[in-house]
Every structure is written in structure tokens, then in C-alpha cells.
């Protein structure tokens, strides 16, 4: 009689490798954690160009200059952000409470990567894997298979060179929803940084483990009556063209008060957007999504001129964005939910309550705990705005794209952006070092 033995297969083979790897990991000291995190940083970095430029041919998504503004990022920013941060041993000490804080590590991560962000998501999560000596396995989008994969080529070999376990950081060779679903409900997956569909971060949050999703964005901007007009378009629209809206912070709806929309309207077209009448935003409206009511990866990161051409409209070449004047906020209105495309909705409304109104009626229908705008001189307005807008990130007179990530702004440079309980997500934070650590704490007696 002939026993067999089942080959493991490659999710099992992959969490082997990475339990041991990180088994190992566990035992270096933050001096050389810091130094691997500096050096995949930098290594990174100078790969920056080469990464965006492979990462646009094979999704089509985007602009390689942007994608490479996105890597140096992830690469650059957010090593500057961490590179001080305490994670190995006792990171603080609480003396006048007389309580000890130490950092350990979760273990492995598991990581979905979107092909809209395909390098800049991998570098930004694989680093702060590292620094918090966490091991990771990461998901990658089919479509953006090749650029991933160079990517964490690139930092399996400076990890090698630096002696330091090379299956701390592995992708799935062979994705597939099977795949994933099976990496995030394994019973070794510590974490799992849902970046994706919503569907798919629903199935992270149903895995069984403790799961970061993230859901989509559909950021609304009011421009009140005392902001500076020309300025805020100009932000708007460099915003909203950063990777041709690849970004799901970027900007979806303008809602404009009825005393300065003329003004508005003048500074659009004057800045190269393409103000549609009604006939042309049926056929882009059809073309946004699909009878599903999916967005239609047919848009999505495409410049403003090649939508209109697919939508059978003619603009002129110099178009920068497409822009519908809308009044209906619903699911069935295309114009009033995400567009990651250099598509924008109009609203106007009467005044500043109305305004903060729509606003919050359009994350309601999508996007809600995500992220708002609002370009206003009135701090009292700003205020009331950041106090009722149901928004994790509420940002002021920047560029929506780059300020929610912390890029224009002080949030903690992140590709990941929790939407809160209101958005189905599990923090509210903009997703850093803190969050893929777990903390314990000594604590001393000092009652009886």
C-alpha cells in the first residue's frame, strides 16, 4: 500500500516561507531594521522612473511622469515619515504613569494591490511591513502583474544583499480570486491591508482576520463665496489630471454657490476644461459605467480627450476635463458617484448650508467616511464644514489628490485611507507605522 503526500500548494508555500522569514526578522535590532528600511527605500527610489514607465504600459492607466511622482512617494516621503519611529523593544517610556510601551510585531501581512497604483501601493505597504518587521504576501491586481513583480524584485535583491531574509516580502505569481480569498482567510495571516474593489474589501472584512479596507472615494468639493477662485480651479484641476485621476482621493463633484458660478465657470473653460451641454453628457454619462453599475474600466485613467473620443463627442485637443452640470444625487446618476478619470460634476446651489448639504448628500450615496474639500477664506465656514461632513479627511484649499495621501498636507503619507465606521472601515486613520504594530505595556503598580 502506497501512502500520498498532497504537494502544498502555493498559498501554504508562500506562508511557510514567510512565517520563517519573519521568524528570523523578529530577532534584528532597530538599527538594522532602519538600515534595510533606508536602503529598499532608496534602491526604490532610483528604480522610480523605470517602475511607473512599466507599470503605465501594462495597465494603461495613467501618465508614467505621475506614476513616478507617486513611487518617490512612496518611496521617499514615507521613508522620511518612518525613519525615526521606534518599533523594535520598549519604544517609549511613561514615567509619570509608570508604564512601559513595547512594540511587536504582527507577523505576516496580507496585501491586495489595485492596478490603478500598482508600484507606488507596493513599495508604500512592503516598507512599512519592513519597519515594523512584519513579513508580507502581497495580492497583485492580474492586470498589473509585471510592474508588481519588478517591484518586489527589486527588494528581495537589496534584502538579499543586506543579509536579511528574502521572503519577507513575496507576490502571488499566479493570481486569481481563489488565491486571494484563500491567502486572506489562512489561519497564519496576521493582517490583511485591503486596497481594492469594494467587493473585495468586503471579503477581507468577512475573512475571519483582522482586516484594513479601505471603499471608495467620491470627494466633493464646495467652493464657497470667499474662496480665491482662480487658485482653487487651478488646484482642482491639477488635482484632478494628477495620473489622469487614478487617485481615489481626487476630486468628483464641484458644488458651487449661486453667487459665483459665472466666476467659476469663466476661470473652467479659461483653465482648458470642456464645459458639456446635455446631449454630451448622455453619451459620456453611459459611457462612465457599466449596466452593473461598475465603473467602467474603460475610463479609468484615460485623459479627458480620448474619453470624449470614446464617448463619440468632439472637444479640443486641449482639453484637461471633461465637467456635466448635474442635480441628481443617486445611484443611478454616474455623474454623482467615483469617476477615477478626469471627470467632474457641477452642482450649484444657493448658498453655503446648501452647499454643505449637497456635500454630504453625495458621500452618502458613495464615499461617505472618505474624503471632502472645501476652498473658502472663512474659517468660521471651514469649521462648520470639517464638523458635519461625514469625511475622515476633510481638506482645505489643496489639491484633494495629493492632500488627502499627505502629500500637500500633515496627514501621514499613505496609500491606504480608512473611511471609518461610516465608510465600512475598521479606522478612520490614514493607514502608517502604528497600524501594523501591536503594543504592549509594562505597567507598575501604584494603587493598592
Do not use: W
Not at 479659461?270 to 453599475?293: H, T
Amino acid at each position: 500500500m502506497t501512502t500520498t503526500i498532497e504537494k502544498p500548494n502555493m498559498i501554504t508555500t508562500l506562508m511557510d516561507k514567510a512565517l520563517a522569514a519573519q521568524k528570523d526578522y523578529e530577532t534584528f535590532d532597530q538599527a538594522a531594521v532602519d538600515n534595510i528600511v533606508k536602503e529598499v527605500a532608496f534602491s526604490l527610489r532610483d528604480h522610480s522612473v523605470e517602475l511607473a514607465k512599466l507599470a503605465q504600459e501594462e495597465t494603461g492607466f495613467g501618465n508614467a511622469t505621475d506614476k513616478t511622482t507617486k513611487n518617490l512617494f512612496a518611496s521617499e516621503v514615507l521613508y522620511n515619515s518612518i525613519k525615526d519611529i521606534k518599533t523594535v523593544g520598549i519604544i517609549e517610556e511613561l514615567e509619570e504613569k509608570k508604564m512601559l510601551k513595547v512594540a511587536v510585531p504582527m507577523g505576516v501581512v496580507a496585501a491586495l494591490i489595485p492596478s490603478t497604483n500598482p508600484t507606488s501601493t507596493t513599495i508604500y505597504k512592503s516598507l512599512l511591513a519592513l519597519k515594523t518587521r512584519n513579513a508580507i504576501i502581497l495580492s497583485p491586481h492580474p492586470k498589473a502583474l509585471k510592474a508588481i513583480t519588478e517591484t518586489v524584485n527589486i527588494i528581495k535583491s537589496v534584502l538579499v544583499d543586506l543579509d536579511a531574509p528574502a521572503d519577507l516580502v513575496q507576490v502571488i505569481a499566479e493570481p486569481s480570486l481563489e488565491g486571494t480569498q484563500e491567502l486572506m482567510a489562512h489561519r497564519q495571516t496576521a493582517l490583511i491591508l485591503a486596497t481594492g474593489g469594494e467587493a473585495m474589501v468586503r471579503a477581507a472584512y468577512s475573512s475571519g482576520n483582522p482586516a484594513i479596507g479601505v471603499g471608495p472615494g467620491n470627494t466633493p468639493v464646495l467652493i464657497e463665496k470667499s474662496a480665491d477662485i482662480k487658485q482653487a480651479i487651478s488646484r482642482v484641476i491639477a488635482s484632478k489630471t494628477f495620473d489622469n485621476g487614478t487617485i481615489c482621493a481626487s476630486e468628483q463633484s464641484l458644488v458651487v454657490e449661486e453667487a459665483i458660478k459665472e466666476e467659476v465657470l469663466k476661470e473652467l473653460v479659461e483653465q482648458d476644461v470642456y464645459i458639456m451641454n446635455e446631449e454630451e453628457s448622455a453619451k459620456v454619462g453611459a459611457f462612465i459605467m457599466r449596466e452593473n453599475g461598475a465603473m467602467n474600466p474603460e475610463i479609468v485613467g484615460k485623459p479627458a480627450v480620448e474619453i470624449a473620443e470614446l464617448s463619440g463627442i468632439e472637444v479640443p485637443k486641449t482639453t484637461k476635463i471633461l465637467i456635466s452640470e448635474q442635480s441628481e444625487i443617486s445611484k443611478a446618476n454616474p455623474y454623482s458617484r467615483e469617476k477615477l478619470s478626469p471627470i467632474l460634476a457641477l452642482f450649484t446651489v444657493k448658498d453655503t448650508e446648501a452647499g454643505i448639504q449637497t456635500c454630504e448628500a453625495l458621500l452618502r450615496n458613495e464615499g461617505a467616511g472618505h474624503t471632502a474639500m472645501i476652498h473658502s477664506e472663512d474659517d468660521t465656514i471651514v469649521r462648520e464644514f470639517g464638523v458635519r461632513i461625514p469625511a475622515s479627511r476633510i481638506l482645505v484649499n489643496t489639491l484633494a489628490a495629493l492632500g488627502a495621501i499627505g502629500g500637500t498636507t500633515n496627514l501621514n503619507p499613505s496609500l491606504t485611507l480608512g473611511c471609518g465606521s461610516v465608510g465600512g472601515s475598521s479606522l478612520s486613520e490614514n493607514v502608517h507605522v502604528a497600524q501594523l504594530l501591536n503594543t504592549n505595556y509594562v505597567a507598575y503598580g501604584v494603587r493598592d
